[in-house]
């Protein structure tokens, strides 16, 4: 729980690193990275070539990709991964479409939920909820950190989010893409929200807070 919080790369790192190239591209497939979701919009971004597949991945890749660096994917498939994560481990297609009408305003077809598969379970989905609950609300640690998603919060809402901090290439420029995707209500979601912020305009850029800001208001909205 506060390696998540804590955004803590090294211990990430470690993780990775017993998975293995095959078990972490695996769960890569399963979340749908690197895949199109098939949403009904048209010219769907193809990010496959820009994930790695055992036979290419190095142990520099499995240790940046482990925290979230070194390989690409589209703001749908996060967000598509993320829904499976908070709602029982459920995979759905993304639509925007609800329902097509006749021009009476009857009713030709309704767009049910299309579920593709399962990616974890109801017991590991609780798990990861109480963790991003805990990286919004969690208290501070032995060593004064404190919830790195606690300027996301909203009064009267219990909800769960993590930041994101990425560099881009080249890295030694020092410039990033920060980030924060998050939920709400805790208990049973319902809604979900994905804010990037590219290269921030301030002086200290890997900071998620200006991501946070923007979401808070976005949800308080909602």
Not at 20 to 46: C, N, R, S
Request: charged share 20%.
């Amino acid at each position: 729980s506060d390696i998540v919080a804590q955004s803590c790369n090294t211990a990430l790192m470690q993780i990775g690193l017993k998975e293995g190239y095959e078990t972490f591209t695996a769960y890569q497939k399963l979340f749908g990275f690197g895949q199109k979701t098939g949403i009904d919009l048209p010219g769907e971004t193809d990010t496959s070539t820009l994930v790695y597949s055992p036979e290419n991945m190095k142990d520099v890749d499995l240790a940046t990709n482990s925290f979230g660096q070194n390989f690409n994917v589209s703001a749908l498939q996060l967000i598509t991964a993320f829904c499976s994560v908070v709602n029982g481990g459920y995979y759905y297609q993304p639509h925007v479409v609800k329902k097509i009408m006749d021009t009476n305003g009857g009713t030709v077809e309704e767009m049910e939920g299309n579920l593709l598969r399962t990616t974890i379970s109801e017991q590991t989905s609780q798990k990861v909820k109480h963790y991003l609950y805990n990286t919004m609300y969690g208290e501070i640690d032995a060593n004064g950190n404190s919830a790195t998603g606690k300027k996301a919060r909203i009064a009267g809402y219990a909800m769960g989010g993590k930041t994101g901090t990425a560099q881009k290439i080249p890295r030694g420029n020092g410039n990033y893409l920060v980030s924060f995707i998050g939920y709400a209500p805790y208990d049973e979601p319902q809604v979900v929200c994905y804010v990037i912020v590219d290269e921030p305009n301030s002086d200290y850029q890997p900071t998620s807070s200006f991501a946070q800001e923007i979401w808070k208001e976005v949800m308080q909205k909602s």
